[in-house]
């Protein structure tokens, strides 16, 4: 079967399927670079999560290091202090004053448990999830996943375990489940079946990872709306990074095989297959080393053997899932008229060899193309293929969300431990930058929690001190920071009354934002970014040229004029505040030159209303238009134009709710109704 496979690939070059794949889905190098950032920021912020926090973990393709066009964001979302123990003895090991949840599969299919409440949880979801079955306390999934669907994207939709919806033009699934530090006694054969892949350290970090449980039950179950199912997100990430470059391509050939042809084929079939069978796939091929070499001149060919190995499945109904071989994952929607009606298709395709690929609109050119342009020059040094530029915007973007781990005092005296233990081990150059960033947000927030603590005891020499000590913690974030983190400080000096300060470092800011080069979000100018910066250090362009949006911590004070929104987000448990960085530079720009220079102050508000009103995404990103449009309100309200306020805030009710603070708009709308009863 081998040799055949070999044989009528013999026709197609693969190298250059192997180049092109790799211009679509990153180099090795690539690849490693964006699992080993996510790595140490998942660490990151895992570690310094309060124990009665949520934890928040990327998985998907996402995660596993793809960048394909079209593909959803999904995450996984559970509580900090809740845990689940396959039997009573596992007890022993779990934390003090963690909820115990006990997995009872005795009586489910393969694949799925009922979880049972041992201890009490102060969770509302959870309390609320609970239903009495078999004289115990049992977590019903349907409720579940109904209460918590839009906790974390408002107005969102299940769709299987998940909170799936669009958002800015992408699609996303958020799964809130549970978490169990042990390896599932069902899947304990799928560790004795690992004699060649994966490595036994990375079969070993696996079982101790343990495994999730994702709100949603077996169909053909006994108990359908009760039911969990395990998830092995976690596992399947470390076996995707077990493979070598060559499997991940062929996996990557996959998804975009089933996207671009399979699901093509008739419209009565093309959601019966989706990307975990895939993954599925090629993990028993690899496996069972039905491919002794998986290398680059052998692509097409372990493509081959993973499509007749699907074929074969869909032949025989069953695709057994790789932890738990006994949950067939075709059962539920691949069987009878359907199934016949895939198998059909997938045998045409089979019928025409490799050669079906040329139905493959990303891929038909690197078939075609290459082969017959005898001056088209293959490169297969990787290192030639890798853009400086694409990894930078992912990067800096994923830096981004470490200003927002880091909300109290605790946090920040556990994370500067962290950091300091991180520093003791060797890093790479991407993970240092990472270290760095979080360092100046550490700062940054103790800096104003200092601040906020402090009052006024009269003694001029105790004040001198601390304002100096949280002035320098300022100026040192912004030292090796973002660009845009220097507004932090004027916030700073805003807020203790020094406005011609303040106004200085503004315009120092806007000199440094609008460099041509600057990257703000994944918009930049890439022959002038590269110009500037091409070649340094990530530490050095995130210095020099990259912009974010300002975070601010709900629970600390940086602006009085934004209290109200805080404390709205707060009462709706949104932990941070975001504010586009040239929004939040024309508001405190028009709040100093109040106090100093009138006209200034009227020219900042005209740019920010400007920019409110026409922008198209570029500096006032669509999730953030709420707060944009609150701001703008919040301006044209102190300047006493009350029916231009109202206008800006009714807008600001009408946008996607990202940041949560819509009491706070209706409070302003109606505390300017009752001030002007006769208007």
């Known amino acids: 079967m081998e040799s055949f496979s070999v044989e009528i690939c013999e026709g197609l070059q693969p190298m250059p399927v192997f180049v092109g794949l790799c211009e679509m889905m990153g180099t090795s190098q690539q690849v490693a670079l964006r699992r080993e950032t996510d790595d140490i920021l998942e660490m990151l912020k895992r570690r310094v999560t309060p124990y009665d926090g949520i934890i928040e973990m990327w998985s998907g393709s996402n995660r596993e290091g793809f960048r394909l066009e079209g593909s959803d964001i999904d995450k996984m979302y559970w509580p900090n202090n809740h845990r689940v123990i396959m039997d009573m003895s596992q007890s022993q090991y779990i934390t003090a004053n963690t909820t115990l949840i006990l997995s009872d ?3 489910s299919p393969p694949g799925f448990t009922l979880l049972q409440l041992l201890t009490p949880t102060t969770d509302r979801e959870v309390q609320l999830s609970c239903v009495i079955m078999n004289g115990g306390v049992y977590l019903s999934s349907s409720i579940y996943r109904q209460l918590t669907c839009s906790l974390v994207m408002p107005n969102s939709t299940a769709h299987g375990p998940c909170a799936s919806g669009y958002f800015a033009g992408q699609e996303y699934d958020n799964a ?31 079982v101790r990872n343990g495994c999730h449980f994702v709100a949603i039950g077996h169909p053909f179950g006994p108990h359908e709306y009760e039911e969990w199912r395990i998830s092995f997100s976690q596992a399947e990430y470390k076996c995707v990074s077990a493979m070598n ?124 193309d290459v082969p017959y342009n005898p001056r088209a020059v293959v490169c297969t040094d990787e290192s030639l293929n890798m853009y400086e530029l694409g990894f930078d915007v992912k990067l800096f973007n994923r830096m981004n969300t470490l200003t927002a781990i880091v909300s109290d005092k605790h946090q920040c005296i556990k994370t500067i431990f962290l950091i300091e233990q991180c520093l003791d081990s060797p890093r790479k150059p991407h993970q240092f930058v990472m270290l760095q960033k979080l360092t100046a947000s550490v700062l940054q927030t103790t800096a104003v929690m200092l601040q906020n603590m402090c009052t006024n005891t009269g003694v001029n020499k105790q004040m001198y001190i ?20 220097t507004l932090y400080i004027a916030m700073y000096y805003y807020k ?43 530490s050095t362009k995130m210095r020099k040229a990259v912009a974010c949006d300002i975070y601010l911590i709900n629970t600390i004070c940086y602006i009085s004029e934004l209290i109200p929104e805080q404390q709205s987000a707060l009462q709706n448990r949104e932990t941070i505040l975001f504010i586009p960085v040239f929004v939040m530079l024309h508001f405190l720009e028009f709040l100093c030159y109040r106090h100093t220079d009138t006209t200034l102050s009227q020219a900042a508000l005209d740019k920010l209303q400007v920019l409110v009103h026409h922008d198209q995404g570029l500096y006032v990103p669509d ?24 206008n800006s805030y009714q807008q600001s009710l009408a946008q996607y709710p990202w940041n949560n603070i819509q009491g706070a708009t209706q409070r302003r709308i109606q505390d300017m109704m009752q001030s002007t009863p006769y208007q």
């Open 105 to 107: 599969s005795s009586g």
């Open 496 to 538: 203790t009354f020094r406005y011609r300060e303040a106004s200085s470092v503004i315009e120092m800011t806007k000199v440094k934002l609008a460099k041509p080069y600057l990257m703000y979000s994944i918009h930049v100018d890439r022959e002038r970014y590269t110009e500037a910066v091409g070649g340094e250090s990530w």
């Open 623 to 646: 999730e953030l238009r709420d707060i944009s449009w609150e701001i703008l309100g919040i301006c044209q309200q102190i300047t006493g134009n009350l029916q231009a306020a109202q």
């Open 176 to 206: 809130h489940c549970f978490v169990c530090d042990f390896w599932p006694p069902s899947a304990l054969s799928w560790r004795n079946r690992c004699h060649s892949w994966p490595d036994p350290e990375v079969v070993d970090e696996i």
């Open 245 to 368: 470059h060559s499997q991940f391509l062929t996996y990557g050939l996959l998804k975009l095989f089933l996207k671009e042809v399979i699901n093509q084929q008739a419209e009565e079939t093309n959601e019966l297959l989706c990307s975990y069978h895939m993954k599925t796939t090629i993990f028993w091929a690899i496996q069972q080393n039905t491919l002794p070499y998986w290398c680059p001149k052998n692509l097409l060919v372990g493509f081959w053997v993973c499509f007749k190995l699907l074929l074969k499945w869909v032949y025989e109904g069953v695709c057994p899932n790789f932890f738990i071989p006994q949950n067939n994952l075709f059962l539920t929607k691949i069987h009878g008229s359907s199934q016949n009606r895939m198998f059909l298709q997938l045998h045409e395709l089979y019928e025409k060899g490799p050669a079906c690929l040329l139905q493959s609109s990303s891929i038909r050119s690197y078939i075609i």
């Open 466 to 485: 601390a304002d100096k000590m949280q002035s320098h913690m300022l100026k040192l974030a912004a030292k090796f920071g973002f660009v845009s983190d």
